[in-house]
């Protein structure tokens, strides 16, 4: 984490030195989650099925934070932000060990600090962004503690990349739309019994968000 954090601070003092002007901004969005259903079916340490955990929900995600833009003569942008996300998850559990029994509905989430990198390009006031993102774990809450067997595995750092475009109005508020695909497949963090379940896919998030920069845009 230290590193990473270390990186951003080294490349935007960089580029502050470097280039034309360095404006300080904040922003707040939501996202949401594509993925398809899908079961898995957890087994004991014998090799009876226990349980079976399908994904109900990927509510929507909320995050905000910190933008620092560097311009690169009139075109090009350096942007690296500092950003607080919030998940929310909805798992619809059956115990196959209480034959007859409804499945339950167990919410999950989790908080990450996200350090995207982007770089972009100008035209006129629409933008055109892509870079890599880090995703630092904080923190989670989990129904899924009350199962038997389960243990959460959370990365401390994972990562995705981030496409995209927005527009300026007024020269500082800000309007994006992003689309971001993870390197990680999702629930890469659910064990049970001592085995990683991780579902087939990776998570792909379109993302909105609202932001203002400081500072007059020379």
């Known amino acids: 984490m230290k590193q990473a954090f270390a990186l951003v601070f080294l490349c935007i003092s960089m580029a502050s030195t470097a280039y034309t002007q360095v404006r300080f901004g904040l922003k707040i969005g939501a996202g949401t989650a594509s993925i398809t259903d899908q079961q898995l079916d957890i087994l004991e340490a014998g ?113 995705s990349w981030l496409a995209g475009a927005g527009v300026d109005v007024w020269k500082t508020l800000m309007l994006d739309i992003r689309y971001e695909g993870s390197l990680t497949r999702f629930g890469d963090h659910i064990t049970f019994f001592g085995k990683e379940y991780p579902f087939e896919q990776r998570q792909a998030r379109l993302i909105f968000s609202a932001g203002i920069l400081f500072g007059k845009k020379k």
């Open 47 to 159: 090799g009876l099925k226990r349980f079976g955990i399908a994904l109900k929900e990927a509510a929507y995600s909320a995050h905000g934070g910190l933008i620092i833009q560097v311009r690169m003569g009139k075109q090009f942008l350096i942007q690296p932000e500092l950003l607080l996300q919030s998940n929310s998850v909805d798992y619809s559990v059956r115990d196959f060990s209480s034959p007859g029994s409804e499945p339950r509905i167990l919410k999950e989430k989790y908080q990450y600090l996200n350090l995207p990198f982007l770089l972009g390009a100008r035209i006129g006031p629409l933008r055109l962004n892509a870079g890599p993102q880090g995703h630092v774990f904080l923190s989670s809450r989990s129904d899924l503690g009350a199962l038997e067997g389960y243990k959460e595995d959370f990365k401390t750092m994972t990562f």
